[in-house]
């Protein structure tokens, strides 16, 4: 089954979702975008962490250190 993506503002928006839901389910299937959604909002809300010092960056190397620290703390 071929899949398209739609623009649609928020005034065509009912009357197209009206017309797809006249189709039985094994004709049309509404795909939800959500992922998408959410991981723009998950990314928006890291970045206010950032701006406002609740969070930090860390370099790829002590991140390599770190993460060798718990590998070897779960080995033993």
Request: net charge negative.
């Amino acid at each position: 089954m071929p899949t398209i993506k739609l623009k649609i503002s928020d005034k065509a928006l009912d009357k197209v979702l009206w017309l797809l839901s006249h189709f039985r389910s094994d004709e049309v299937q509404i795909l939800s975008d959500k992922t998408f959604e959410e991981a723009k909002q998950y990314l928006h809300e890291e970045y206010a962490k950032l701006k406002s010092g609740e969070s930090s960056l860390v370099g790829l190397e002590e991140a390599s250190k770190k993460l060798d620290e718990v590998i070897a703390r779960y080995e033993r």
